[in-house]
Each structure stands twice: as structure tokens, then as C-alpha cells.
């Protein structure tokens, strides 16, 4: 069995992958057996799969096994001659439409996390420009290892798609998170990245809000807070991408419009309240994810106010958009946000009483919590039907996804 072949691709079939061609990367895990079955699974659909393995990752599986699965040359060094006179390294990963790494070591993860190019793979991942799939696999206490997450996060920050690993008995015989996503869902979530995936929001009207409020105190001055608007504008992008048709309420932020969402510019509290009651008849799902203002000043001064002045402001209580959102929602879902910086469960639990909603979605904002702004975000889901998720910490765009499944799985019946 040749290390490497001449390319000799002869996948003629007609799937859902016809065309692209996918770089699987296989690295030193005892879950490199499942590789096959994805190399298998991609070929049937119609991809170009090149399999590129790691020299730990030949002491658990043959590059036979892929070599047949896939008919294409398994690369297996960086040194290697080449069959072609191209320079493989280069030539393979500029042409790739995906790089599927399955399973990932703590070692390939600490490797691509600081940009070190040691063999073929991680050489390979620097080069690529498509988007990267990283299905890790390892031990409990590997994968939650300090390091490790921070490196995995690290990843995330640089747009990496983590399959985040399953949680159930290891091959080591520990029980714990390290598990390899189910190949079938990373099957479907290549799917989604290469060809659109679902459409599962199709024909569904989603309005999200997102950002903060400015509350002027006077021409020159507001009161507003650290929202960024990146969770908001995450979960606007991801329903659009699913097929909903979706209005974005946003407060004042520098993110730009999410491609295929209406959006809505809004600056004060008052603002987003009648931009949200206004468009609320049919809406299926509603997302708040922005943070208005609780409070507003009592009056708003005509000139700049001077230095020389001393100056109490007095606020009232702003409008309550999700609680009126929430005495007349019907049937449409109702998500909220719980930012909070203590007591986190106990006011979260209250806010989903109080407002009437079908979610809430908990998240730690106290010092040195690394929320406002983050490209990550770690939250805990608390359900009206008394289901209390935690998540680990992820993308807000993983974060944005989850929700948007959490919604469809969990309360299907009201949007149907
Ligand atoms: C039998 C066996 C199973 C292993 N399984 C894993 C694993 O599931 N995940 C992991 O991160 N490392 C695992 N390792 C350790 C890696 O093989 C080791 O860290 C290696 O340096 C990874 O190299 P690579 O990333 O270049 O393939 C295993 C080692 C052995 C001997």
C-alpha cells in the first residue's frame, strides 16, 4: 500500500457533497477508527475526501483502510516525494473547500492554537483558507484541562468550528465530557457548512433585539451600559441562515447588518419598544437579547449642562419591553436574557416567571466574567418546563445555533 498515490478520484456520485472536496484530518486518538466511517459517509455523498493522518494516528488505524474508502492518496508525511508537481502542502489545502479534523487530539488542538506547523496536518491547517471543523476527542481530564480550554477557546476566538465532544463512558473507562461527536452529526454539521445546511427556520418570522440603549441626559451626554451586541446580532445571523425571515431591533453598536436580516436601528429604550411593539403580530419567536435601559432620566436637559453646576439626576423606571411582549405573546416563543452578576439562578428563575417566558438564557456578567464584547460566552438555559442546562463556554454563534435548536426540539408544537 503506497503512502501516497496518485490522485485518482473516481467518486462519481451524484450526493449532496458532489464537488467539494474535504481535507480529513486524522490524528492520534483511539476514536481514529470512526475516521473511516466519516471518510465513508463523505465519499457516499458525493465528496472529494483527502485523508491526511498524523504518524500517531497510523498506530491505530492502516492509511489503507482510507486509501480504499476514499481512492485518493493518503498523506501521511511532509517530506513524502510528491507524485505531482505541485508542492502537496501548498497546492491541496488552497484547493480544499473543508478541513474536517476527526478525531483531534489534545496535541493537534495545543498545535493549531499557537501556530505551530510541525508535520503535514498542522502544516496543512495553517495553509487553508476554507472554514476548519475540529472534532475533539480525548480523555475527561484531558478536555478539561485548563490549557486544553483554553486553547479549544482560543480556537473558537479565531472562528473554528468546534464539534464540542460527547459526554458518556470513555474508551479509558472514565465516565465524562471526551467522547466524539456522534459521526452522523458531524456528517450533518459539514453538510450545514459546506451546502447551507438546515432550513428547519423556513417560513418562520423571528424578531430579535440586541445591543444597549442610550438614554441622552443632555445633547452631548446618555447613560448607557457594555453590551456589545454580538449575541444578539449571532442569533439574528444563524435564524436567517435557517430559513427564518428575521428583524433585528438594535441599539447603537458597530457590528455590521448580518447578511439576509432586516434591521432596525433604534437608540433609546422608548425607541426599541415601539420598534419591537410594533412588529410583534406575527412574530413565531422572539429573542431579546439586547439590554435597554431599566432606567431613564426623569428629564432630559435642553443645553449641555456646564461643570460649574451641581447636578443629581433623577431617573424613572423605562418601558419593560419583554414584560408586555410577554402579556401578549400567544403562541410565540418567548426567549429572554439574564445578565446578571450574582444570585444568577435565583433571578433568572424570577425573570422567566414574572415575563412570562418559555427561556431564559442565564449568563454571569460580573468582573472578570468576559462576556460584554467576547466572541464567546458561556450560559446556562433555564426552561418553563423546569429543565436547567448548562453549556460549556462557546462561540456566540454556537451559542446563537443552540438556542435555535433548543427552541425547535423543545417547543415545535407552538411554532407549527
Ligand atoms: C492507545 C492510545 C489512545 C490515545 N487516545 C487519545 C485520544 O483519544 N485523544 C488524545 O488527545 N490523545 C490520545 N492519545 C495520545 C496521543 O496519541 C498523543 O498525545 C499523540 O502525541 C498525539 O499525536 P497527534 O496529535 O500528532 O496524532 C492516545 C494514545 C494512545 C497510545
Same mark, same amino acid.
Given at each position: 500500500m503506497p503512502n501516497t498515490v496518485e490522485s485518482n478520484n473516481n467518486n462519481v456520485c451524484?450526493?449532496?457533497?458532489?464537488?467539494?472536496?474535504?481535507?480529513?484530518?486524522?490524528?492520534?486518538?483511539?476514536?481514529?477508527?470512526?475516521?473511516?466511517?466519516?471518510?465513508?459517509?463523505?465519499?457516499?455523498?458525493?465528496?472529494?475526501?483527502?485523508?491526511?493522518?498524523?504518524?500517531?494516528?497510523?498506530? =491505530?488505524? @492502516? *492509511? %489503507? &483502510?482510507?486509501?480504499?474508502?476514499? !481512492?485518493?492518496?493518503?498523506?501521511?508525511?511532509?517530506?513524502? /516525494?510528491? $507524485?505531482?508537481?505541485?508542492?502537496?502542502?501548498?497546492?491541496?489545502?488552497?484547493?480544499?473547500?473543508?478541513? =474536517?479534523? @476527526? *478525531? %483531534? &487530539?489534545?496535541?493537534?488542538?495545543? !498545535?493549531?492554537?499557537?501556530?505551530?506547523?510541525?508535520?503535514? /496536518?498542522? $502544516?496543512?491547517?495553517?495553509?487553508?483558507?476554507?472554514?476548519?471543523?475540529?472534532?475533539?476527542?480525548?480523555?475527561?481530564?484531558?478536555?478539561?484541562?485548563?490549557?486544553?480550554?483554553?486553547?479549544?477557546?482560543?480556537?473558537?476566538?479565531?472562528?473554528?468550528?468546534?464539534?464540542?465532544?460527547?459526554?458518556?463512558?470513555?474508551?479509558?473507562?472514565?465516565?465524562?465530557?471526551?467522547?466524539?461527536?456522534?459521526?452522523?452529526?458531524?456528517?450533518?454539521?459539514?453538510?450545514?457548512?459546506?451546502?447551507?445546511?438546515?432550513r428547519d427556520y423556513a417560513r418562520l418570522n423571528v424578531l430579535v433585539t440586541a445591543g444597549p440603549t442610550q438614554e441622552p441626559i443632555d445633547p452631548v451626554r446618555f447613560i448607557t451600559n457594555r453590551s456589545s451586541g454580538k449575541m444578539g446580532y449571532a442569533i439574528a445571523e444563524m435564524a436567517a441562515k435557517r430559513g427564518a425571515c428575521v428583524t433585528l431591533v438594535s441599539g447603537p453598536t458597530d457590528l455590521p447588518a448580518p447578511e439576509g436580516v432586516e434591521v432596525i436601528n433604534v437608540t433609546t429604550v422608548h425607541e426599541m419598544h415601539d420598534a419591537v411593539i410594533t412588529r410583534i403580530k406575527d412574530v413565531n419567536v422572539m429573542v431579546s437579547a439586547a439590554a435597554p435601559a431599566d432606567f431613564t432620566p426623569a428629564q432630559v436637559r435642553d443645553q449641555k449642562v456646564k461643570k460649574s453646576e451641581k447636578w443629581t439626576l433623577e431617573l424613572d423606571r423605562a418601558d419593560d419591553i419583554l414584560e408586555e411582549v410577554g402579556q401578549m405573546k400567544g403562541r410565540m416563543v418567548l426567549v429572554g436574557f439574564a445578565a446578571e452578576t450574582e444570585k444568577i439562578e435565583e433571578y433568572a428563575k424570577i425573570k422567566l416567571e414574572k415575563k412570562n417566558l418559555d427561556l431564559i438564557v442565564a449568563n454571569d456578567v460580573s468582573p472578570g466574567s468576559d462576556v460584554f464584547g467576547s466572541d464567546t460566552n458561556q450560559v446556562t438555559l433555564f426552561s418553563r418546563t423546569g429543565e436547567k442546562i448548562e453549556w460549556p463556554r462557546m462561540s456566540k454563534r454556537e451559542v446563537a445555533n443552540a438556542i435555535l435548536d433548543y427552541v425547535k426540539n423543545h417547543f415545535m408544537e407552538a411554532l407549527s
Open positions: 451524484n450526493g449532496p457533497l458532489n464537488g467539494k472536496r474535504i481535507i480529513l484530518g486524522v490524528t492520534g486518538g483511539i476514536a481514529a477508527y470512526k475516521a473511516a466511517y466519516l471518510a465513508s459517509a463523505l465519499v457516499q455523498r458525493g465528496a472529494d475526501v483527502h485523508v491526511v493522518m498524523t504518524q500517531h494516528a497510523m498506530q =491505530l488505524v @492502516a *492509511p %489503507a &483502510t482510507f486509501w480504499s474508502l476514499t !481512492k485518493n492518496p493518503v498523506i501521511t508525511g511532509l517530506f513524502e /516525494l510528491p $507524485t505531482k508537481s505541485e508542492i502537496e502542502h501548498v497546492s491541496l489545502p488552497e484547493s480544499a473547500d473543508l478541513l =474536517l479534523i @476527526a *478525531p %483531534a &487530539t489534545a496535541n493537534i488542538i495545543g !498545535k493549531m492554537a499557537n501556530g505551530l506547523a510541525d508535520d503535514m /496536518l498542522s $502544516t496543512m491547517a495553517l495553509v487553508v483558507r476554507c472554514p476548519v471543523i475540529i472534532a475533539p476527542a480525548m480523555n475527561v481530564n484531558m478536555y478539561t484541562n485548563p490549557i486544553v480550554v483554553a486553547n479549544v477557546d482560543r480556537l473558537r476566538q479565531h472562528e473554528y468550528i468546534i464539534l464540542e465532544p460527547e459526554i458518556g463512558r470513555l474508551a479509558c473507562g472514565n465516565e465524562g465530557i471526551g467522547r466524539l461527536l456522534d459521526p452522523d452529526k458531524i456528517i450533518q454539521r459539514v453538510e450545514e457548512v459546506l451546502i447551507g445546511g438546515r
